[in-house]
């Protein structure tokens, strides 16, 4: 077994940096933004759909997402807007090949 890496002050500012970041997207705005349904968002946050109604839900109904949750939809939202920015080798390292499915590149469905 390999000794783990020590953190430099780099390390340890960019963890307390991760750790006081408030990245979040409410389900409402995510919703509104992005042509989805609450299936989509459910798997997004590995939430049931009925789960993802009671976040748009009123009254006794209404059920607020947690703060992991709006970080997944923050995250999902990131990817959707700047995938086209992300090198393909940085993608794989973030999402290893045998866990993804690879989105389909509209532009290179005509080629």
């Given at each position: 077994m390999t000794r783990p890496r020590p953190?430099?002050?780099r390390d340890l500012a960019?963890?307390?940096l991760y750790a006081n970041c408030q990245f979040g997207l409410s389900p409402?705005?995510?919703?509104a933004k992005w042509e989805v349904s609450h299936e989509a968002i459910a798997s997004i946050c590995s939430r049931s759909?009925?789960?993802v109604r009671r976040w748009f839900g009123k009254g006794k109904h209404y059920r607020a997402p947690s703060l992991d949750d709006?970080?997944?939809l923050?995250?999902?939202?990131?990817?959707?807007?700047?995938y086209d920015e992300?090198?393909?080798d940085l993608?794989?390292?973030l999402c290893p090949a045998s866990q993804q499915v690879q989105p389909q590149n509209p532009d290179s469905l005509s080629a």
């Amino acid at each position: 077994m390999t000794r783990p890496r020590p953190l430099s002050d780099r390390d340890l500012a960019l963890i307390n940096l991760y750790a006081n970041c408030q990245f979040g997207l409410s389900p409402r705005r995510f919703y509104a933004k992005w042509e989805v349904s609450h299936e989509a968002i459910a798997s997004i946050c590995s939430r049931s759909p009925s789960t993802v109604r009671r976040w748009f839900g009123k009254g006794k109904h209404y059920r607020a997402p947690s703060l992991d949750d709006l970080r997944h939809l923050a995250l999902m939202d990131f990817l959707l807007e700047h995938y086209d920015e992300i090198p393909p080798d940085l993608f794989d390292r973030l999402c290893p090949a045998s866990q993804q499915v690879q989105p389909q590149n509209p532009d290179s469905l005509s080629a």
